[in-house]
């Protein structure tokens, strides 16, 4: 079959499976392993799936397992898998030619949610200053404070600084400490850039777009998807914040030893990488059950659409919310700020939900018999590998071959896309020319 007759979802399907695949070939090579030895193919495999998928779960130590080699196919994995294979594509073509053809504009519109043809050149010009920028940016402020302040050679804080810019922006979560960034608890000079980047990046490209092009050019008024995602951000966050502040400030394995206002930066932090980021600053399989199932919450939400977040995104979440706020009102339309919120966009909405718990659902139903790891514990690694969020208990590397394959599997469904995957699978879209007759089933 020719290139040009797929459907743009099974391309984008493929090109992230041909990366994963490449990126296994090149973790198995003696030279990415610290003692140069050949990785297992498992190992391999999951973590380019997890570095692809910009998630951050990891069965080996990121710092000590692989080399300075192997360390660099990683960022440059998640890296690519931030940005977006026809992203990618893209801007080489821009950068090749100065223009792209046709059916690259129309793959990159599947990948970035753009909303017309003609937006396309503009998100990807977008998706590429903003992330050069933040990450050189978060680099520099990050390689200063290791240097000055810890007292690291300059190489290695150069190194140490951008690998974690490049996973704070791509909220991949991977880290070349084995504690995350536990060992920066108190310190504002790093969590705080860590926490702009992850935000910045889980925002989603076209609200970057809207807030840097279109404000430029005074437009009166956010769209109403920029005014979900950022005001929905804004409230998960802080929400997050205040719960996990409340159920932990007396822990004693997480923020009970500390001062009060590390105890406010730890929470936020924690409530602001919940969302997809994957870092944490303090010990997660130590959380309390309160803050566990609030975890579960914010994970299975994420950050926004078309941006390196992953879960079911906050458009997707605060939709739903307004189906059922107009339902109990009694509105015969969804309304927002004057507007109405097409038919198509609940459905499609409700679909990545349900599509969404279901995946989790089978997804436990395969891992429980596998394992005789505690019920929540598992429940926690499914809905973090599904979210791409990359936050774990400590159970990774304990999974049964198995389990990996599943967490494995659930990592690539979250970063594609449960719609987009099912579309590609079912490639057959016929339009029908004709409507049954409606009937009323009973519901509730």
Same mark, same amino acid.
């Given at each position: 079959?020719?290139?040009?007759?797929?459907?743009?979802?099974?391309?984008?399907?493929?090109?992230?499976?041909?990366?994963?695949?490449?990126?296994?070939?090149?973790?198995?090579?003696?030279?990415?392993?610290?003692?140069?030895?050949?990785?297992?193919?498992?190992? &391999?495999?999951?973590?380019?799936?997890?570095?692809?998928?910009?998630?951050?779960?990891?069965?080996?130590?990121?710092?000590?397992?692989?080399?300075?080699? @192997?360390? @660099?196919?990683?960022? &440059?994995?998640?890296?690519? @898998?931030?940005? $977006?294979?026809?992203?990618?594509?893209?801007?080489? $073509?821009?950068?090749?030619?100065?223009?792209?053809?046709?059916?690259?504009?129309?793959?990159?519109?599947?990948?970035?949610?753009?909303?017309?043809? $003609?937006?396309?050149?503009?998100?990807?010009?977008?998706?590429?200053?903003?992330?050069?920028?933040?990450?050189?940016?978060? &680099?520099?402020?990050?390689?200063?404070?290791?240097?000055?302040?810890?007292?690291?050679?300059?190489?290695?804080?150069?190194?140490? @600084?951008?690998?974690?810019?490049?996973?704070?922006?791509?909220?991949?979560?991977?880290?070349?400490?084995?504690?995350?960034?536990?060992?920066?608890?108190?310190?504002?000079?790093?969590?705080?850039?860590?926490?702009?980047?992850?935000?910045?990046?889980?925002?989603?490209?076209?609200?970057?777009?809207?807030?840097?092009?279109?404000?430029?050019?005074?437009?009166?008024?956010?769209?109403?998807? &920029?005014?979900?995602?950022?005001?929905?951000?804004?409230?998960?966050?802080?929400?997050?914040?205040?719960?996990?502040?409340?159920?932990?400030?007396?822990?004693?394995?997480?923020?009970?030893?500390?001062?009060?206002?590390?105890?406010?930066?730890?929470?936020?932090?924690?409530?602001?990488?919940?969302?997809?980021?994957?870092?944490?600053?303090?010990?997660?399989?130590?959380?309390?059950?309160?803050?566990?199932?609030?975890?579960?919450?914010?994970?299975?939400?994420?950050?926004?659409?078309?941006?390196?977040?992953?879960?079911?995104?906050?458009?997707?979440?605060?939709?739903?919310?307004?189906?059922?706020?107009?339902?109990?009102?009694?509105?015969?339309?969804?309304?927002?700020?004057?507007?109405?919120?097409?038919?198509?966009?609940?459905?499609?909405?409700?679909?990545?939900?349900?599509?969404?718990?279901?995946?989790?659902?089978?997804?436990?139903?395969?891992?429980?018999?596998?394992?005789?790891?505690?019920?929540?514990?598992?429940?926690?690694?499914?809905?973090?590998?599904?979210?791409?969020?990359?936050?774990?208990?400590?159970?990774?590397?304990?999974?049964?071959?198995?389990?990996?394959?599943?967490?494995?599997?659930?990592?690539?469904? $979250?970063?594609?896309?449960?719609?987009?995957?099912?579309?590609?699978?079912?490639?057959?879209?016929?339009?029908?020319?004709?409507?049954?007759?409606?009937?009323?089933?009973?519901?509730?």
């Amino acid at each position: 079959m020719k290139i040009d007759t797929l459907h743009s979802s099974t391309i984008l399907v493929l090109s992230f499976l041909t990366v994963i695949l490449m990126g296994t070939g090149l973790l198995m090579m003696p030279l990415s392993h610290a003692k140069g030895e050949v990785t297992p193919f498992l190992t &391999a495999l999951f973590t380019s799936t997890s570095a692809v998928c910009v998630t951050g779960l990891v069965v080996v130590d990121t710092g000590t397992y692989w080399s300075s080699t @192997g360390q @660099g196919i990683i960022m &440059a994995l998640f890296q690519l @898998g931030g940005f $977006g294979m026809m992203t990618s594509a893209t801007l080489m $073509g821009l950068l090749v030619s100065g223009s792209i053809r046709l059916r690259t504009q129309r793959l990159l519109q599947a990948e970035t949610h753009s909303l017309a043809l $003609g937006d396309v050149k503009s998100v990807a010009k977008v998706v590429f200053w903003v992330t050069v920028v933040t990450e050189l940016a978060l &680099a520099a402020v990050l390689t200063l404070r290791f240097g000055l302040s810890y007292g690291m050679p300059w190489t290695e804080a150069l190194w140490h @600084g951008l690998f974690h810019s490049v996973s704070a922006f791509n909220n991949a979560g991977f880290s070349t400490w084995s504690d995350s960034v536990m060992r920066f608890v108190g310190d504002a000079y790093v969590l705080v850039p860590l926490m702009l980047a992850i935000i910045i990046g889980g925002l989603g490209f076209p609200v970057l777009q809207e807030l840097m092009v279109e404000r430029a050019q005074r437009k009166p008024k956010w769209s109403m998807h &920029a005014v979900l995602t950022i005001w929905g951000s804004i409230a998960l966050i802080l929400g997050g914040t205040l719960i996990i502040f409340l159920t932990e400030m007396d822990n004693p394995k997480t923020l009970g030893p500390m001062a009060w206002v590390t105890k406010g930066l730890a929470a936020l932090f924690t409530s602001v990488s919940a969302r997809t980021a994957g870092f944490n600053a303090v010990d997660i399989g130590g959380l309390t059950n309160e803050s566990l199932a609030l975890h579960f919450a914010l994970m299975f939400i994420g950050g926004g659409s078309a941006g390196t977040a992953g879960g079911i995104k906050v458009t997707t979440f605060f939709v739903l919310v307004l189906v059922v706020w107009n339902e109990i009102r009694g509105n015969p339309d969804v309304e927002f700020r004057g507007r109405r919120i097409a038919e198509p966009v609940q459905r499609q909405a409700l679909t990545v939900v349900a599509l969404g718990s279901m995946t989790i659902a089978l997804a436990m139903l395969l891992i429980l018999p596998m394992t005789t790891l505690p019920y929540e514990k598992v429940l926690f690694e499914v809905i973090s590998a599904f979210a791409t969020v990359g936050l774990s208990t400590g159970i990774t590397a304990e999974l049964a071959p198995g389990a990996q394959f599943v967490v494995i599997a659930l990592m690539f469904i $979250g970063r594609v896309g449960v719609v987009t995957l099912a579309v590609a699978i079912a490639t057959n879209q016929l339009r029908r020319n004709y409507r049954y007759p409606e009937e009323k089933p009973i519901v509730g």
